[in-house]
C-alpha cells in the first residue's frame, strides 16, 4: 500500500447507511461537532473531543488531517462535566472531507424537508 493510498484512506469512508444516521443525528440534535465550536474558541476542542488532547491525531500527516472533514459525537456519550457550556467526551469520531461535504448536504436538505411538512 502506497503512502498516497494511506492518505486517501483516514479517515475510512462511511457507507450510504453510516452517513444517513450522521444526518439523522444531526438533524434530531443527538450529534456534536467540531462545527458547533465557534470561530475564536477552537482551541477548546481538546476538552470538548478528549481524545485528541490525549494525541488521538499526533501520528497523522498533515495530508491525512487535511482530509478531516469532521470530529463528533453522540451527545449521549458525553461526561456529566461541561466546558464552557460544551460538553465534553471520552471518545470521538472521524469523518473524512468528501463524506462531511456530501452529509452537509443531505442535512440541509433533511431541514428543509422537515421544515415544509404539511399536515392536513
Not at 444516521?21 to 470538548?48: K, S
Not at 490525549?54 to 458525553?78: C, H, I, P, S
Not at 457550556?85 to 443531505?106: K, Q, Y
Request: contains cysteine.
Amino acid at each position: 500500500m502506497t503512502e498516497e493510498k494511506q492518505i486517501l484512506e483516514w479517515p475510512a469512508p462511511l457507507s450510504p447507511s453510516q452517513m444517513k444516521e450522521v444526518v439523522l443525528g444531526l438533524a434530531d440534535c443527538r450529534i456534536f461537532t467540531n462545527h458547533y465550536i465557534p470561530a475564536g474558541q477552537e482551541r477548546l476542542i481538546g476538552m470538548i473531543f478528549m481524545p485528541l488532547a490525549f494525541g488521538a491525531l499526533k501520528e497523522k500527516t498533515d495530508e491525512e488531517l487535511d482530509n478531516l472533514g469532521a470530529v463528533w459525537e453522540y451527545y449521549d456519550k458525553a461526561g456529566p462535566r461541561e466546558m464552557n457550556g460544551f460538553p465534553i467526551f471520552s471518545s470521538v469520531h472521524f469523518i473524512n472531507m468528501a463524506d462531511w461535504l456530501r452529509i452537509v448536504e443531505a442535512y440541509d436538505k433533511e431541514v428543509e424537508r422537515r421544515k415544509n411538512i404539511v399536515i392536513e
